[in-house]
């Protein structure tokens, strides 16, 4: 059982939670498998409340780092290759742009699709279909939503059978979270990212590769115009608009 937080002071406590949790799997302390505190617990030995420790683990159950089981608790992820590979990324995050991920994404994203377009099975098209559907299904809950957008274009990736270029999609989606999470919250931005996501799918089962790639450029150019508004307005409220730059 992990014993040793600290009381957090810092004004960003959800992103001071799960900063502690960094420094306890990072130094041993809470290993692969591993239980966590309860909840109340976690909050009390903190002093933070409940509400900030359960938004970070949902954000850490979302990148795979943490498991919540049903009657059980939660549960450090039992891969250990991914979770070094992703605090290594978190801990770089402050050396990037958001712009530059963006940018990166356009760059790994229009390979995969491309070469997915041109490798993918029948298997695979109908499975892109269902999560094409699912990401319909969930799209009036910006959780599910996020998780279900993340699995579409993993999918793609998937389907271009280049292990390289998944794991280079993985490091930039986990890099750009925050980023996902403002953007979708934008009036409209969730049915935008549904619309792309039916023309990237409709060129995918047409065999089409370049126009997949076309509309994938769309897709993410569409989410680079939508930070530049958010980091613009963020600037115009007087808030920290260089966090994100």
């Known amino acids: 059982m992990v014993t040793s937080f600290k009381k957090i002071e810092r004004s960003t406590v959800t992103e001071s939670i799960i900063d502690q949790i960094k420094e306890q799997i990072l130094s041993g302390k809470l290993r692969p498998g591993e239980k966590l505190p309860p909840e109340r617990v976690l909050a009390e030995t903190l002093s933070v409340g409940r509400t900030s420790v359960r938004e970070a683990i949902r954000a850490l159950q979302y990148m795979g ?13 039992k891969n250990p290759s991914i979770l070094a590979d992703h605090f ?3 801990y770089l995050i402050r050396k990037f742009s958001v712009m530059e991920l963006v940018e990166a994404r356009k760059i790994v994203e229009g390979a995969t699709v491309y070469l997915a377009t041109e490798r993918a099975t029948p298997e ?18 910006e959780e599910e939503f996020l998780k279900a957008d993340f699995e579409f274009h993993k999918k793609i990736a ?9 794991e280079m999609l993985n490091a930039t989606r986990e890099l750009t979270l925050e980023e996902n999470i403002y953007v ?26 370049e126009r997949a790639r076309q509309r994938m450029l769309e897709h993410l150019e569409n989410i680079e115009n939508t930070v530049i508004e958010l980091v613009e307005k963020r600037h115009l409220e007087g808030s920290d608009a260089t966090a994100w730059l």
């Not at 998937?158 to 998944?166: I, T």
């Not at 919250?185 to 590769?209: M, R, T």
């Open 65 to 77: 780092v943490l498991e919540v089981r049903c009657g059980e608790g939660t549960f450090l992820s």
């Open 88 to 90: 290594k990324s978190s």
């Open 124 to 141: 695979d098209r109908e499975t892109l279909i269902e999560l094409h559907n699912l990401a319909e299904k969930v799209s009036g809950n």
């Open 184 to 209: 979708i919250k934008k009036p409209g931005q969730i049915q935008n990212a549904l619309s792309f996501h039916k023309q990237i799918l409709e060129a995918i089962l047409a065999y089409d590769s």
């Open 158 to 166: 998937e389907m271009c059978q280049n292990s390289v270029l998944l």
